[in-house]
Every structure is written in structure tokens, then in C-alpha cells.
């Protein structure tokens, strides 16, 4: 029996090698166009925005009748879309506003960990020895401590003083050990290539290796590595602004040990702080968190495909041929070119990363930088030097000018007729009002001569007052002038009128009081050059050519000094409690207390000094939103039973206090937005005034009540006095009231009638 074998026909198959080339990227286009919508939010999303991020709305009455507090659930009220948080802020306009900060303050420090990581990988990679070993034991050491454990310490230490740059060096200290083993890794494989070899037999240093073969390889895994640390360091961000650590922070201290922080510009971190009082806020922005995440990732992975090795050999096959094509081209002027290529793409990656680090970081300290100059910075009509009594139309008493070094006295002037305070033009020409023949008006140079008299057509002493501490027979009142943009001098007469004189002296018009009464405001003038003063009842507005705009009671007597203080666009006049509509006369805004006072900042903003508060007014249209900027302690400060006097913001956003009782040393009190500690200045002679605050922030001092000798002084921000000058004897009835600073100069008017020039000019 024979046994057969089937036959069976043999197939041959070819397997085909799949086509890794024609795979479609899907990662690396769906990350692109998830982060391409974040930049295009970071860039105009403040613009898309359909309302003030800092607009608070206590209460949304609606159309048909009712009305509703915040929080606001999404869709609930129309015009807060997505909701709004417990102070009825726009939730959508904040999250449009919030990109931004928060997408910069990613791009930096994760720029800064491919920087750092960078450098040690390739170091690492690159030399042998103990120095490879040390910096082996130091990336293992940074991979393994716990990235928000280091932020939040450094964070703590830095203080809140440091502001971005302390989240930038918390957030930048551990990240970058990952990207330095990686790289690394990658500098050992292109070491052991053939090409470096016979770059080194060529004669090439190190440093051209590195930068020439090295880097240009590594350079694509770059890329993929800032996506990833990207999303690393925004993980980071937001888990600290959910523990309540993030940028644009105010820190309001409210007892020994205990404080808040308050919230300024929103940013993501800010806006998951309140997952419990203000759930809507945090829901929306940890969704767009997710969503950044989502798009860095994708976007990461989507690189590393691109950029693999596999991806660039199996190509298709004209990408082959061209491939061979190029190889095949030696010739000089090919390799030149390739070597320029390189160079150039090393050089643009530098450049990029360098740009993002000083760009971004340059953005975030512009905007969170304590000492940030406004833009909206009170500007002088004429620039003049000294253009009221109080320097300009808001009565900052703040000049940038250096005042004197020393209280050494340059020269005096006494008028027995008694003098006002003086005013100093551009020229450095200082005016003062005098009593002689009833009134004249003194033109001085700086040197003390006096180049001419005007004579004003109605008396310029203001009628006395029963005030007991004005008692001396010696003391007679004037106005102080003012300085128009053009140059003319202002000077009000006893009974309210005003007078304009020419700089060379010549009367040019005059507004007569219909109501005589006596001088209470002096005169100031706006930035369209309107015309503001008062009387005891009633404060004027005047236009440059002297008529009257409009006339309208004294809003309160409940004033301590009876100062007019403009804002910086010449909308809203303040006096003391009382907001006033320059345009209406009518009274816009008016304060709880009479203890409290609308201030103009040196920074072109509008505050409200409390007890130990100043609050920044944004007024718009519809209203005003307050934003939180200093809040004292009063009882470490000791302010407690202390009245504040007087208070002002630098441009630089430094706010200071003046605290007294009347009879006690007074206290200056300054203290920054993002400032922990205040500093303290504890004058040494009772009643006294602040005059002046120049530029580097010296505070010019002197009694302002006959109960002690008359001393001035100069004082830094941090308390130390640099000069002293006593003007008179001790429990004599002659006091300063009238002040003047110019550069390295000091103008002060006695009681006596004594003009006084304090410091020497530069030669």
C-alpha cells in the first residue's frame, strides 16, 4: 500500500513594510490647533473681553423687575454668560483676561528648565571623571525632590516682595532635572559618532563640537521637551493657585500673624483658589487648564513622531531620492551651506528660547511689579516746577525732582507785610503773593533778587479767623498762586476774586466774587486748563480766559484741610469726602465717613484713604469698581487712635499715611500693593506737616502749629533722617505753612513773612 503525499501549491506573499511616512500626524495637528487657539486668547482675549475683569456688581436688578446677588450660575444672567464669582465679576471676561499671564508665566519657566536642563545634560554627557559623576548625583537629586513642595518654600522665603520672580525660581529650581537626563543620554549617542571623531582629528574644540555636531542633533528633541515641561509647569501653577499661591496677588496683613490675599488681574492659578465660595470660577478655569494640558501634550507627542528616526528613513521615494541626492553633493559650496544651516538653526533655536525667557519674564514684571510706573502718570500743565500749592491740580505734594542734600539756609527774604506760599515756574522763577500796599505780586529768580512787583487791584489778605492757635500779630494770610500752562500767575484777593498777571507782571483779567467772601481753596488748574477755587461757601470753576463756568456750594464742612484736588483726565474734583462732576458741579461719589478723603495718586488714579486703607476708584460711566491696594494693621502700627492727615501714591504705586493726633509726633506710614512689611518714619517734632515728597521718595517735613520750635527735616522712606534745620525759637508763634520743592532747592514760607531758600543749587 503506497501511501501519497498531497501536492499543495506554494504562495509566495510579500509583506509589505508599512509606510510610516504616510501616517497622518493626528497628535501633532490637533495639539497644534488646541495651543493655537490658547495663543490667540493670550494675545486678544483682553480685547474679546465683554467687560472690566476688576468690575464688581453687588447686585444685577433685571428688566422685568427683582433682582440677584453673586455668585451667578452660567447662562443665569444676561451678560454673565458663563456666571460670575461672589463679587459679581465676569467670569468670561476674566478667563479672557487670565490667559494671557498665565500661559507667559508657563512659556518662562518652562524655557528656563530646557535652559538649565540643556546645559547640564550636555555637560554631563559630555565630560567624564568626577564632574560627570557630581552631576549625575545632582540631576538625581532634583528629579526626586517633589516640584510643589520646592515651589512653595521658595515661594516662602522670597516673599511676597519678589513677586513673579519668585513663582519663576520656585517653579524652575526641580523641572529641568528630567530634561537634562534625557538630553544627556542624547549627547553620549552623538559622541560616540563617527563624525565627531574626525571633527576632533580636524583640529575642532570642544566648544565648536558642541555648538557645530552636537546641538543641531539634539536640537529637534528640544521641541518636544518644551511641550512637555510646558504642561508640567502649568500642572504646577495651578495646583499653587489652588493652595492659594499665585501671581497678581495683594497681600492685605490683618492681625500679627494672620492675613488674606487679596485678588488683583485674574490669572487660571487665582481663578481655582475659590472652588468653594466661588464653584462656577473654578469649574470654568480648571476646564481651561485641562484643556492647555490636553493641547501641550498632544502637541509634545505629536513632535516626538514627527522628529523620530524611523519617521526620517522610511520615507517615500521621491524623499529618498532626494535624500541620495543631497549626499551625493560634496562639493564645496554644498557643505558650506549645509554648515550655515545648521548654524542658523542653532542660532534661531537660541534666540527663540533666550526671547521667551527676558520677553516673558520682562511682560510678567511689568505687570506685577510693585514699583510699575502708571501710564496714566499726573502730568503738570507747563511743566512747571512747583504750579500750586500743593505742586499740581491733584495735590500729590509729589515731584520728581531730587530735593537738597542739606537744610543748609542759601538765602532769606522778609516781607513784614506778611507772604504766601510760593509757587516755582519751569524757569525755576518763583512767585509769592505779599501783603505790601495791600497786595503785590513778587517775581524772584533763584537766587533771591527780586526782579518785579505787581501791585493787584483788590486787597490780597485774606479777614482773619477765630482760630486759637492763629493768634499771633504777626501772621498774615494770603492765597498761595497757581501756574497756568501758558505761564500766567493766579492769585486769589480776601474776598474771592481772582486775578491772572502775565510773566512779566501785567494784570490780564479778573474775575470779581458776585458774592464777596473769604478765601478758603486756592486755585488750581486742570489739564484743559479750567480754573478751580473756593470760598467759604462755595467753590468756583473758571475757564482760561477767567469766565465763569459754573458755581457750587462747599459739598461738606466736615474737612480737616481745606485742599481741591483734580483727577488726572479733569473729570471728578475732589474735596475732601465729596466727589464732584467738573462737568455737571454735581456731587458723583461721596464717602461713608468724614474721616476718609479722595486722594489723587502722583500715578494718575483716584483713591480713597480710610483709617488704614487705600482703595483705588475706577470709575467708568456706569459707576465705580474699588480695587483693594494697601491695608495697614493699626494695631501693630499703633495707629489706632491716631487721625490720618494727609496721604498720597508716588508714581512708582507707593502709598504713604500721615498719622497724628495734633499734639503728639506724628508717623508716615509707607507701604507698596505687594508689600509685606510697612516701613515707618516717627517724626521728631509734634504737628508736623508733610510739604513735599521728591523723587527718591524723601519725605520734607515741618510743624505746621505754633507748639514747639520750628523745625524741618528730611526724612528717607525707611525712617532715617538726613537733615535737620531749626528756624526759629522754641515755643515761638511762627511756624511754616507755605513749601515749595525744586530741584535741590527747598522753598519755605514762614508765618513772619520769611521766605526761605534751603539747599544750594548745582553749579
Given at each position: 500500500m503506497s501511501s501519497t503525499v498531497p501536492l499543495t501549491r506554494k504562495t509566495h506573499t510579500t509583506e509589505k513594510t508599512p509606510n510610516v511616512y504616510s501616517r497622518f500626524n493626528w497628535s501633532l495637528w490637533a495639539g497644534l490647533l488646541i495651543t493655537g487657539f490658547i495663543v490667540f486668547l493670550a494675545l486678544y482675549g483682553p480685547a474679546l473681553a465683554p467687560s472690566d475683569p476688576l468690575k464688581e456688581n453687588f447686585i444685577v436688578v433685571f428688566s422685568e423687575g427683582g433682582f440677584i446677588k453673586p455668585p451667578f450660575a452660567p447662562f443665569l444672567v444676561p451678560g454673565f454668560w458663563l456666571g460670575a464669582d461672589e463679587f459679581g465679576r465676569d467670569i468670561l471676561s476674566r478667563l479672557l483676561w487670565a490667559v494671557r499671564p498665565t500661559l507667559t508665566l508657563v512659556l518662562v519657566v518652562a524655557t528656563m528648565r530646557l535652559i538649565i536642563g540643556l546645559l547640564v545634560g550636555m555637560l554631563a554627557g559630555w565630560v567624564t571623571g568626577r564632574v560627570a559623576r557630581w552631576l549625575q548625583r545632582l540631576m538625581a537629586a532634583a528629579v526626586t525632590a517633589p516640584v510643589l513642595f520646592v515651589a512653595l518654600a521658595v515661594i516662602a522665603l522670597m516673599g511676597q516682595s519678589w513677586g513673579v520672580w519668585a513663582f519663576i525660581v520656585g517653579l524652575s529650581l526641580t523641572g529641568w532635572a528630567e530634561v537634562a537626563q534625557v538630553v544627556r543620554e542624547q549627547t553620549r549617542l552623538v559622541k560616540q559618532q563617527s563624525y565627531v571623531e574626525s571633527a576632533r582629528a580636524l583640529g575642532a574644540s570642544e566648544a565648536q563640537i558642541l555648538t557645530r555636531h552636537v546641538v543641531p542633533q539634539i536640537l529637534p528633541l528640544l521641541w518636544v521637551l518644551l511641550a512637555l515641561e510646558a504642561s508640567s509647569a502649568l500642572l504646577t501653577t495651578a495646583s499653587l493657585g489652588f493652595l492659594g499661591y499665585f501671581i497678581n496677588a495683594i497681600w492685605i496683613p490683618l492681625g500679627d500673624f494672620t492675613g488674606i490675599r487679596a485678588t488683583g488681574k485674574p490669572e487660571?492659578?487665582?481663578?481655582?483658589?475659590?472652588?468653594?465660595?466661588?464653584?462656577?470660577?473654578?469649574?470654568?478655569?480648571?476646564?481651561?487648564?485641562?484643556?492647555?494640558?490636553?493641547?501641550?501634550?498632544?502637541?509634545?507627542?505629536?513632535?516626538?513622531?514627527?522628529?523620530?528616526?524611523?519617521?526620517?528613513?522610511?520615507?517615500?521615494?521621491?524623499?529618498?531620492?532626494?535624500?541620495?541626492?543631497?549626499?551625493?553633493?560634496?562639493?564645496?559650496?554644498?557643505?558650506?551651506?549645509?554648515?550655515?544651516?545648521?548654524?542658523?538653526?542653532?542660532?534661531?533655536?537660541?534666540?527663540?528660547?533666550?526671547?521667551?525667557?527676558?520677553?516673558?519674564?520682562?511682560?510678567?514684571?511689568?505687570?506685577?511689579?510693585?514699583?510699575?510706573?502708571?501710564?496714566?502718570?499726573?502730568?503738570?500743565?507747563?511743566?512747571?516746577?512747583?504750579?500750586?500749592?500743593?505742586?499740581?491740580?491733584?495735590?500729590?505734594?509729589?515731584?520728581?525732582?531730587?530735593?537738597?542734600?542739606?537744610?543748609?539756609?542759601?538765602?532769606?527774604?522778609?516781607?513784614?507785610?506778611?507772604?504766601?506760599?510760593?509757587?516755582?515756574?519751569?524757569?525755576g522763577m518763583i512767585y509769592i503773593a505779599s501783603g505790601k500796599n495791600g497786595g503785590t505780586l513778587l517775581a524772584l529768580n533763584p537766587a533771591g533778587e527780586i526782579l518785579w512787583e505787581a501791585t493787584a487791584p483788590t486787597s490780597l489778605i485774606v479777614p482773619r479767623t477765630n482760630d486759637p492757635f492763629l493768634d499771633g500779630d504777626n501772621f498774615v494770610l494770603l492765597g498761595t498762586p497757581a501756574l497756568t500752562e501758558a505761564g500766567e500767575i493766579l492769585v486769589a484777593d480776601g474776598t474771592g476774586s481772582l486775578h491772572a498777571f502775565s510773566p512779566a507782571g501785567t494784570l490780564r483779567w479778573t474775575f470779581i466774587n458776585p458774592q464777596p467772601e473769604n478765601?478758603?481753596?486756592?486755585?488750581?488748574?486742570?489739564?484743559?486748563?479750567?480754573?478751580?477755587?473756593?470760598?467759604?461757601?462755595?467753590?468756583?470753576?473758571?475757564?482760561?480766559?477767567?469766565?465763569?463756568?459754573?458755581?457750587?456750594?462747599?459739598?461738606?464742612?466736615?474737612?480737616?484741610?481745606?485742599?481741591?484736588?483734580?483727577?488726572?483726565?479733569?473729570?471728578?474734583l475732589a474735596?475732601?469726602?465729596?466727589?464732584?462732576?467738573?462737568?455737571?458741579?454735581?456731587?458723583?461719589?461721596?464717602?461713608?465717613?468724614?474721616?476718609?478723603?479722595?486722594?489723587?495718586?502722583?500715578?494718575?488714579?483716584?483713591?480713597?484713604?480710610?483709617?488704614?486703607?487705600?482703595?483705588?476708584?475706577?470709575?467708568?460711566?456706569?459707576?465705580?469698581?474699588?480695587?483693594?491696594?494697601?491695608?495697614?494693621?493699626?494695631?501693630?502700627l499703633n495707629i489706632n487712635f491716631r487721625i490720618p492727615f494727609n496721604g498720597g501714591v508716588t508714581p512708582q504705586g507707593r502709598a504713604w499715611f500721615l498719622y497724628s493726633?495734633?499734639?503728639?509726633?506724628?508717623?508716615?506710614?509707607?507701604?507698596?500693593?505687594?508689600?509685606?512689611?510697612?516701613?515707618?518714619?516717627?517724626?521728631?517734632?509734634?504737628?508736623?506737616?508733610?510739604?513735599?515728597?521728591?523723587?527718591?521718595?524723601?519725605?520734607y517735613t515741618c510743624n505746621s502749629r505754633p507748639v514747639a520750635q520750628t523745625l524741618c527735616e528730611a526724612y528717607r522712606r525707611n525712617g532715617q533722617r538726613i537733615w535737620a534745620q531749626n528756624f526759629g525759637q522754641e515755643f515761638s508763634v511762627d511756624f511754616i505753612f507755605g513749601a515749595a520743592l525744586a530741584p535741590n532747592r527747598l522753598y519755605l514760607t514762614r508765618t513772619d513773612g520769611t521766605l526761605f531758600a534751603i539747599g544750594k543749587l548745582e553749579q
Open positions: 487660571l492659578g487665582q481663578m481655582l483658589n475659590y472652588s468653594l465660595t466661588q464653584p462656577w470660577s473654578s469649574l470654568m478655569a480648571g476646564t481651561l487648564v485641562i484643556v492647555m494640558l490636553l493641547g501641550f501634550n498632544l502637541l509634545g507627542a505629536g513632535l516626538r513622531w514627527h522628529f523620530s528616526p524611523e519617521r526620517r528613513e522610511r520615507g517615500n521615494w521621491l524623499s529618498r531620492r532626494i535624500n541620495a541626492f543631497a549626499n551625493s553633493l560634496g562639493d564645496r559650496v554644498f557643505l558650506s551651506l549645509a554648515e550655515w544651516q545648521r548654524t542658523v538653526s542653532s542660532g534661531l533655536a537660541a534666540a527663540l528660547l533666550v526671547g521667551v525667557l527676558v520677553g516673558g519674564g520682562w511682560w510678567l514684571w511689568a505687570q506685577t511689579a510693585q514699583a510699575a510706573t502708571s501710564d496714566t502718570a499726573l502730568v503738570v500743565p507747563g511743566g512747571h516746577l512747583w504750579a500750586s500749592a500743593q505742586h499740581d491740580f491733584g495735590a500729590t505734594l509729589y515731584t520728581p525732582a531730587h530735593g537738597p542734600a542739606t537744610g543748609e539756609i542759601a538765602w532769606s527774604l522778609t516781607e513784614e507785610a506778611g507772604l504766601s506760599g510760593p509757587v516755582v515756574a519751569q524757569d478765601l478758603l481753596l486756592n486755585p488750581i488748574v486742570g489739564p484743559e486748563g479750567h480754573i478751580y477755587y473756593g470760598t467759604l461757601n462755595y467753590i468756583f470753576s473758571l475757564n482760561a480766559e477767567g469766565n465763569l463756568r459754573w458755581r457750587a456750594p462747599l459739598p461738606t464742612y466736615s474737612y480737616m484741610q481745606p485742599i481741591l484736588r483734580l483727577s488726572a483726565d479733569g473729570r471728578y474735596f475732601q469726602e465729596a466727589l464732584l462732576d467738573t462737568t455737571t458741579a454735581k456731587i458723583a461719589f461721596t464717602a461713608n465717613t468724614s474721616i476718609e478723603m479722595y486722594v489723587m495718586g502722583a500715578d494718575g488714579k483716584t483713591y480713597l484713604r480710610k483709617q488704614s486703607v487705600m482703595e483705588e476708584w475706577q470709575i467708568t460711566d456706569t459707576g465705580a469698581s474699588i480695587v483693594p491696594s494697601v491695608k495697614l494693621d493699626e494695631r501693630a493726633t495734633g499734639f503728639d509726633s506724628p508717623r508716615i506710614i509707607w507701604q507698596a500693593v505687594n508689600s509685606e512689611s510697612p516701613e515707618l518714619i516717627d517724626i521728631s517734632t509734634a504737628s508736623s506737616n508733610v510739604l513735599a515728597v521728591d523723587g527718591q521718595e524723601v519725605s
